[in-house]
């Protein structure tokens, strides 16, 4: 199986996984800990994927969905983004329309917490 066969699955398997620079318990990287973080406080069940654990994955994610950074978020087999774009997404609310579109169970209260702590 090759890095981009295991990405694929990984993304296909789960309704949102992040690809990121440590684990969702201790990002190695603030943009990767931003986004863990906005998960988190959101309680929205996702999958870490390290890819400082594996240089292939590391580099398969990028042409996987030709984007040149990392974090990664993906939600039902779609690609988001990267840290501003779900940063921006966060504050417009627009994460939270995603997450009700696709049927992920996020919690709303702290979703506008966040709102109100930014705005």
């Known amino acids: 199986m090759t890095a981009l066969d295991t990405i694929k699955e990984t993304v296909e398997k ?3 996984v992040l690809f990121m620079k440590g684990t969702k318990m201790m990002p190695q990287c603030g943009f990767s800990s931003r986004v863990a973080g906005v998960l988190n406080y ?3 069940n996702f999958a870490d994927v390290n890819v400082l654990a594996d240089a292939e994955i590391r580099q398969g994610i990028k042409d996987f ?8 978020l993906y939600v039902k087999g779609e690609f988001v983004g990267g840290c501003d774009i779900v940063t921006e997404m966060t504050l417009s609310g627009e994460l939270d329309t995603l997450f009700e579109t696709k049927g992920v169970t996020f919690d709303k209260d702290a979703a506008n917490k966040i709102r109100e702590a930014n705005g």
């Open 65 to 72: 969905s030709d984007w040149p950074t990392i974090p990664q």
């Open 42 to 44: 959101m309680g929205v």
């Open 14 to 16: 789960n309704d949102v």
